[in-house]
């Protein structure tokens, strides 16, 4: 009888998040991501996570919050570092504010969402 050759397994999620690692550590800026996130009911919030550490988050907050009418806080993350959490789908307005303000560019930015 041949023997049996163990293969190796293909874990695709891992070799994604390896490549965006490798992505956004090339690139001189992270890859921002604004999520929504369903509450309970028809709540729900949106975060941004990605920025910089060096960034100010609580003037960002600030103009977001005054903006666009909404709640927001500063959430600070083991993994991600600092999140920003608005109240609300916001995905939209807080896409194009920051694409207005040059916070970001458009291929350092990934919108996520149901």
Known sequence: MSEIQNFQTFDPFKDSSEQHMVQATTDEQPIVHIRVQKRNGKKCI???????????????????????CCNGTIVEDEKVGKVLQLSGDQRNNVTEFMLEEGIVTKETLKVHGF
Do not use: A, D
């Not at 949106?46 to 666009?68: A, C, D, Q, R, Y």
């Open 46 to 68: 949106t975060t941004i996570e990605g920025l910089p550490k060096n960034f100010k988050f609580k003037k960002l907050l600030s103009s977001v919050k005054h903006k666009f």
